[in-house]
């Protein structure tokens, strides 16, 4: 018997599971649907309410105006802030815009917050791992301004000065790669042996089970597509951790029509996962384009399961139509 050549062996797809919504996601998209159904359209939404083009599109669709600044929205409408988080001077800019707010923000980026605002009344220099410039950061940063410094990857490590090196602790956006951020947490306690850890993990259960399972698929597949957006932090990191973890191909796709045929010449197995942010309705998309050219022999990756859920923003519970009313009128 011959041995079995690459073009002989059947094509398939690896799906990881967990892929796709986390818990946040999932009560942050519910909680715009469930604005606009108890208190109709416009429910204004400050920054994407995930970073996921087709969430934020269908939102609009059903009457989600999505805005940048809590200042553009007009007084005595209702305002959301995204499951990213705001820095406390967001909450003023919509209290003095006389605006009803929802706040979206995951429970497990409102940890980090509490964090950085407990070290920072204990007067430590917070060094705050993440990538410059994202929403999620500077919320956690508007928390402690005076006390906290970026550290924007291991390359960052030589330009970070402290006050006193007895006082120094990290901690993390959620969404980063657990590999990259350990290569600069070591990198920062080489340079200050006593710097504490955070009391918990900061990035969280999502990330982690999401880049656990993509690793364990990333060595077998030739090509490895992750469904998720350009500015989601967690679906670009998914890329990045493929490629590392012996993926000879990996690519981030919004939707199954950006996918080019040439990624799949010579392939055989195809890895296939999404961001937290992704809602699956996108992989079943992909998964239907790729059986169409061969790859219909669908395996699962299972690596975890997953089961945290978080209940709704209790400002839903509120008339908050009725309470932006009364703001305009004081
Ligand atoms: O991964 P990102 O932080 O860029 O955000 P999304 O793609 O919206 O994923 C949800 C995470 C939100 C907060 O952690
Ligand atoms: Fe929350 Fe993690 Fe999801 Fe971000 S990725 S919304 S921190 S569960």
């Not at 967990?18 to 208190?39: F, N, S, T």
């Not at 679906?235 to 191909?249: C, F, L, N």
């Amino acid at each position: 018997m011959g041995r079995m050549t690459a073009t002989s062996r059947p094509k398939r797809v690896l799906l990881a599971a967990p892929r796709g919504y986390c818990a946040g996601v999932d009560r942050a998209v519910i909680a715009v649907e469930k604005a606009l159904e108890q208190y109709g359209a416009p429910i204004y939404v400050r920054h994407e309410i995930v970073h996921n083009k087709y969430v934020v599109q269908t939102l609009e669709k059903k009457g989600a105006i999505f805005v940048d600044q809590a200042t553009e929205v007009p007084p005595g409408n209702i305002v959301m802030f995204s499951a990213h988080g705001v820095a406390p001077s967001v909450h003023k800019e919509a209290a003095d815009g006389k605006l009803a707010t929802i706040d979206a923000t995951c429970p497990l980026v409102t940890k980090v917050h509490k964090e950085a605002v407990r070290f920072a009344k204990e007067d430590f220099d917070i060094l705050l791992i993440g990538h410059e410039g994202h929403e999620e950061v500077i919320g956690t940063s508007g928390e402690a301004p005076d006390h906290i410094t970026l550290v924007d990857g291991p390359e960052d490590v030589a330009n970070v000065t402290v006050r006193d090196e007895s006082k120094v602790v990290w901690l993390s956006q959620t969404t980063l790669s657990v590999d990259e951020t350990m290569e600069t947490v070591d990198a920062l306690k080489e340079k200050f042996p006593q710097l504490i850890s955070p009391p918990s993990d900061d990035i969280c259960y999502a990330t982690q089970n999401r880049q656990i399972a993509i690793k364990e698929l990333a060595g077998q597949a030739e090509l490895v597509i992750v469904v998720g957006s350009k500015n989601s932090s967690n679906s670009i990191r998914m890329v990045e951790v493929a490629k590392q973890a012996g993926a000879p191909d990996a690519h981030l796709v919004d939707f199954a029509s950006e996918i080019d045929e040439a990624w799949l010449e010579g392939v055989t197995t195809v890895g296939l996962s999404s961001g937290a942010s992704v809602p699956d309705v996108l992989v079943e998309e992909v998964l239907e384009w790729l059986s169409a050219r061969g790859y219909g022999d669908v395996e699962i990756v299972k690596t975890a399961d997953e089961s945290l859920t978080f209940s709704l923003p209790k400002e839903l519970r509120r008339d908050l139509r009725a309470e932006a009313a009364e703001l305009v009128k004081e």
